[in-house]
């Protein structure tokens, strides 16, 4: 018989935590030899962790990763076990997959294709590996084979794409198909985005047909580092066929997903095929392992997960991922809790549900007791039996009110913190704005009035907000969370050091318009969990609200909109001016398609100059939003994704080009309609 089980596993990792992320590697180990697995596949840098950024540089983490590495070796009896980890080799730093058989080290294969853009900077901190070129290595005075090698293991030949290896087009396996490869390995750090997975899907399935082999993807875990978000994505295809995929977004700090593959079933599809004679050399490891005797196994086909199959996968994702990412970055941080500065409006109430709703998804993936016991150094929370409980002591809201705000803002913040089991104050700011008015008065020696102050007037309301709900924080030492959404970002509709006071921004990362049509899903529909639906009721008064920054006085009827235009609009245009790099004239000849008979070509003139006008102008305001995550390519996070000067030229000569084009365009309409 030609069966292997083999298993893809995933793990909750944390950068240059030796102790825990060693434990989670070995864990993974253990259980894949309780279920009799022969092969696991572990991802790309899973010992160090993939976000260590320029500590890569350092010998020192190379030092530790080896320690790390040969701890994991004494624990691969009777396993082949894949773990990444980084390698110095003649005074370079190599991204490197080893493989480990019985105990035993048998080589490092290299990745050869670094990732440069986006959220990666591999070429910064790792050198690509030549395809064709192998070498030996040493670890603590032992030589083993580094570079482009495939391993012959009592004759079943296994190789290695590492993430970024699959994703062009002259790959590795390529190479790999004709040196005959039976299985390949695919360990990831594959970044979290709306619809990924089913990329993934199509590259792993299509790589096992194209290069008729069994193929074992796996990928990391949860929040890292701080930005990145991983879902735990791993499969394991056979010959054109996926045979099984993991749960995605789990709590756990490590999973495995396994497979029963037939190897001879894919020789044979090689054996059918034409492919290139390659000279056996350097490049083939041989070793021996005792592969135990498998039984056959019933046909064996992938299903998806039942938020996977609905009709509301992106409102999933988002709700998940962010989740998700929120839990991971509190127990990493050893923080107490959230405190939320709650309005009533759209952000922060999202802020809030979410905090709510990972509790309950939590609970729903590894149970109460197991979250409460990753979180076990929050005394307060372990007595709690509610999911309710929980929420009180990790989420605390506060709703500071001025004479500007409403009393349906009020109930719409009070009625959420209800619902998810929030800690709930309420204080007036008024006295403290006026303090500050007076003070600033007597010193320029004028009154300020909404007529002449407008914007100073609106700040200062937002920004004695600040030091309350800082002080609130620090008391519980909880995490505050900033409130921004990314439509705001582009435009710098935030008050800095105001409602972008916090450590973590969460929704930074998510459009305006988006985020309201999520909300109201969230309070209607929910996440579907073991077929039923989390939803959260208390959405209902803000979900019937229009967005209102409510920093001037009430008979203003100040909306968001009015303040900036309509944010489907605003979104179309930051995708097309910052996502896809069109200039002015580009954008306003793409939106004039896009709303034609919605809006007058002048207002969408006088929008798309606003638009770039704010957004040049504001660079400084987006270098200083707190750390937020990444959900798609539209991110505007300098850090990692969208980099743009704070000083500029401001668009000056492309905007008068701009309207010179709408000129021109209204004249020929007038001709054409007879005036």
């Not at 997959?97 to 853009?117: H, S």
């Not at 290595?137 to 079943?156: A, H, K, L, N, R």
Request: glycine content about 6%.
């Amino acid at each position: 018989m030609t069966l292997i089980k083999v298993a893809a596993g995933v793990v909750n990792q944390t950068p240059m935590d030796w102790k825990n992320n060693t434990a989670n590697i070995i864990g993974a180990i253990e259980v894949a030899r309780q279920q009799e697995v022969s092969i696991l596949c572990l991802p790309e840098l899973c010992i160090t962790g993939y976000g260590c950024e320029d500590y890569f540089m350092s010998y020192d983490i190379v030092e530790q990763a080896k320690k790390c590495l040969l701890e994991i070796v004494q624990h691969t009896g009777d396993i082949i076990v894949a773990v990444g980890l980084p390698l110095r080799h003649n005074h370079r730093v190599y991204n490197t997959a080893c493989l480990i058989a019985n105990k035993r080290i048998l080589g490092f294969y290299v990745k050869q294709n670094l990732p440069n853009n986006g959220i990666h900077y591999e070429p910064r901190w790792f050198h690509a590996w030549a395809p064709g070129v192998v070498t030996r290595t040493e670890i603590d005075q032992m030589s083993y084979p580094i570079g482009d090698i495939i391993f012959d293991v009592s004759g079943v030949r296994l190789a290695f794409e590492i993430c970024e290896d699959a994703w062009i087009s002259n790959r590795p396996g390529r190479t790999h198909y004709d040196r005959g490869v039976d299985i390949m390995l695919n360990p990831s750090a594959s970044h979290f985005a709306f619809n990924k997975f089913m990329i993934r899907e199509r590259l792993v399935v299509d790589a096992s047909r194209t290069f008729g082999c069994n193929y074992i993807y796996t990928n990391l875990l949860g929040n890292e580092a701080g930005r990145a978000i991983y879902d735990g994505d791993a499969m394991i295809a056979s010959n054109g066929e996926l045979l099984v995929s993991s749960p995605r977004f789990s709590y756990a700090d490590y999973l495995i997903t396994t497979a029963v593959i037939d190897t001879e079933f894919t020789r044979l599809t090689q054996v059918q095929n034409l492919g290139r004679l390659v000279r056996e050399e350097t490049w083939k490891i041989v070793a021996t392992f005792d592969f135990p005797d498998i039984e056959p196994v019933a046909h064996q086909v992938a299903t998806m997960e039942p938020f996977e199959s609905g009709g509301a996968i992106k409102e999933e994702e988002f709700a998940r991922a962010v989740c998700l990412a929120l839990f991971d970055y509190l127990r990493k941080s050893r923080s107490q809790g959230f405190t939320i500065s709650l309005s009533g409006g759209a952000d922060s109430s999202a802020c809030t549900a979410l905090c709510g709703l990972m509790i309950r998804l939590a609970d729903e993936s590894i149970g109460m007791e197991q979250f409460k016991q990753k979180l076990g150094y929050i005394g307060k929370i372990q007595g709690a039996e509610t999911v309710e409980a929980i929420s009180k002591e990790l989420i605390h809201n506060i709703y500071q009110g001025t004479e500007n705000s409403s009393e349906d803002t009020l109930e719409s913040a009070r009625s959420l913190a209800e619902s998810i089991g929030s800690t709930f104050y309420t204080i007036n700011i008024n006295g403290l704005v006026e303090t500050y008015t007076r003070l600033i008065e007597e010193q320029i020696g004028r009154q300020l009035s909404w007529k002449t102050d407008d914007v100073a007037l609106q700040n200062i309301q937002a920004r004695v907000r600040a030091p309350g709900v800082w002080y609130l924080t620090n008391v519980d030492n909880h995490l505050l969370l900033s409130t921004s959404n990314r439509s705001e970002v582009a435009v710098g509709y935030a008050t800095m050091d105001g409602d972008t006071a916090g450590g973590l921004s969460p929704i930074a990362g998510i459009d305006k318009h988006y985020l309201r049509q999520w909300l109201r899903w969230l309070e209607t529909i929910g996440c579907e969990v073991k077929g039923k639906h989390i939803r959260i009721e208390g959405l209902k008064k803000v979900n019937s609200l229009q967005p209102t920054a409510e920093l001037r006085p009430q008979e203003y009827n100040q909306t968001d909109e009015d303040d900036l235009m309509p944010y489907e609009l605003l979104d179309s245009l930051e995708e097309l001016a910052i996502r896809d790099k069109k200039p002015p004239v580009d954008c306003y000849r793409n939106i004039l398609v896009r709303y034609e008979g919605q809006y007058s070509p002048e207002l969408m003139l006088q929008w798309t100059e606003r638009f770039f006008k704010l957004w040049s102008r504001n660079q400084w305001k987006r270098e200083r939003y707190a750390p937020s995550f990444h959900l798609d390519d539209l991110n505007l996070d300098p850090r990692t994704w969208c980099r743009f000067p704070i000083l500029s030229g401001g668009f000056e000569r492309e905007l008068e080009e701009l309207r010179e084009y709408a000129a021109e365009k209204k004249i020929k309409r007038a001709k054409r309609i007879g005036f």
